[in-house]
Antibody, heavy 121, light 106 residues
Framework: QVQLVQSGAEVKTPGASVKVSCKAS????????LSWVRQAPGQGLEWMGV????????TYAEEFQGRVTMTSDTSTSTVYMDLSSLKSEDTAMYYC??????????????WGQGTMVTVSS | SYELTQPPSVSVSPGQTAIITCSGDKLGDKYASWYQQKPRQSPVLVIYQDSRRPSGIPERFSGSNSGNTATLTISGTQAMDEADYYC?????????FGGGTQLTVL
């Protein structure tokens, strides 16, 4: 079955960077885009950007431009999300999600289990 | 900037129909999707392309989208439907989510 399995929880200090991985299985990795969505504690969902499984083409939300890098490794069917200059407001659950239909912007039909990133001094 | 607006909360009695709205300027010109999120779980897609149900989603979930409002309707609401619901849409360069609606079944 289609699965997205993310790396484990992280605790970082302000100003540091975090890199979260997401390994896909059960489908042809290079045919789909993967997005990252985050959710601060008790808050709603926030889209961060999208990366293509084949070739690593990216589009980032304006709010994260300059601070986020999303990459793709076709040899391991894994995407990565690197967020730098962390602030306490970046404390959130980070979800890797598959974009429906092989398009960069569409519904999200498969969600990873989430990776909790805590930023605290 | 473009925004999607949902009511913070909706209450419904078991067996009745729950209606959750999502408003945005000319939202009907875009596709709307809906996600269900239960506590400590990842969201689940329940409606895409305004009214289509993914495999495994019960028929009691339906959607529509016209004008400035997309609507998620849950017919014969069950206790297991109690959750947060988020609408989603996108334009040429970004994805947007509504603020979420907490559905209480009581």
């Amino acid at each position: 079955q289609v699965q997205l399995v993310q790396s484990g929880a992280e605790v970082k200090t302000p100003g540091a960077s975090v890199k979260v991985s997401c390994k896909a299985s059960g489908y042809i990795f290079t045919n789909y885009y993967l997005s990252w969505v985050r959710q601060a504690p008790g808050q709603g969902l926030e889209w961060m950007g999208v990366v293509y499984g084949n070739g690593g083409r990216t589009t980032y939300a304006e709010e994260f431009q300059g601070r986020v890098t999303m990459t793709s490794d076709t040899s391991t069917s894994t995407v990565y999300m690197d967020l730098s200059s962390l602030k306490s407001e970046d404390t959130a659950m980070y979800y890797c999600v598959r974009v429906l239909g092989g398009r960069p912007l569409d519904s999200f039909d498969v969600w990873g289990q989430g990776t909790m990133v805590t930023v605290s001094s | 900037s473009y925004e999607l607006t949902q009511p913070p909360s909706v209450s419904v009695s078991p067996g009745q129909t729950a209606i959750i709205t999502c408003s945005g300027d000319k939202l009907g010109d875009k596709y709307a999707s809906w996600y269900q999120q239960k506590p400590r779980q990842s969201p689940v897609l329940v409606i895409y392309q305004d009214s289509r149900r993914p495999s495994g989603i019960p028929e009691r979930f339906s959607g529509s989208n016209s004008g400035n409002t997309a609507t998620l309707t849950i017919s014969g609401t069950q206790a297991m439907d109690e959750a947060d619901y988020y609408c989603q849409a996108w334009d040429s360069s970004r994805v947007l989510f509504g603020g979420g609606t907490q559905l209480t079944v009581l």
